[in-house]
């Protein structure tokens, strides 16, 4: 039978399985895997008709989900808005500012930007 793996943010978990992205897994009784809680990152492989079945569940780093749905082109679209909300941030105080400055802020913001929303 086909396998398929699923990366993301376990967004909802109950006794028969978790929902990653809007789409519900089912737990096996064949194929029994450690249960995770609401916010954590794990790459499943499913099987069955519809690719509902978790035959292994992993937990992973948050970094490797977020990395994984983004395009190179979403990547620079927010790099270059993060630069020109750098600027703006460091001129207020109206020093000089550098380059490495710019680069510096904009990376923290970068930082910020893709870490995982936490569920409310």
């Known amino acids: 039978m086909k396998t398929k793996t699923?990366?993301?943010?376990v967004e909802t978990?109950?006794?028969k399985g978790?929902?990653?992205?809007?789409?519900?897994?089912?737990?096996?009784?064949?194929?029994?895997?450690?249960?995770?809680?609401?916010?954590d990152a794990v790459e499943i492989k499913v099987d069955g008709k519809n690719g509902k079945w978790?035959?292994?569940?992993?937990?992973?780093?948050?970094?490797?989900?977020?990395?994984?749905?983004?395009?190179?082109?979403?990547?620079?679209i927010t790099r270059?808005?993060?630069i020109s909300s750098a600027v703006e941030?460091?001129?207020?105080?109206?020093?000089?500012?550098?380059?490495?400055?710019?680069e510096a802020a904009a990376r923290k913001l970068e930082k910020y930007v893709y870490e995982p929303i936490p569920k409310s």
Not at 33 to 38: A, F, H, W
Not at 89 to 102: D, F
């Open 13 to 15: 978990v109950n006794d």
């Open 89 to 102: 941030m460091l001129k207020t105080n109206g020093n000089l500012i550098s380059t490495q400055e710019v």
């Open 80 to 82: 270059l808005s993060l």
């Open 54 to 76: 978790i035959k292994e569940l992993m937990f992973i780093s948050p970094d490797e989900v977020v990395k994984e749905n983004i395009t190179a082109k979403d990547v620079r």
């Open 18 to 39: 978790i929902n990653i992205g809007g789409n519900w897994f089912n737990f096996s009784q064949y194929d029994p895997v450690e249960e995770p809680k609401e916010g």
């Open 6 to 9: 699923v990366r993301g943010i």
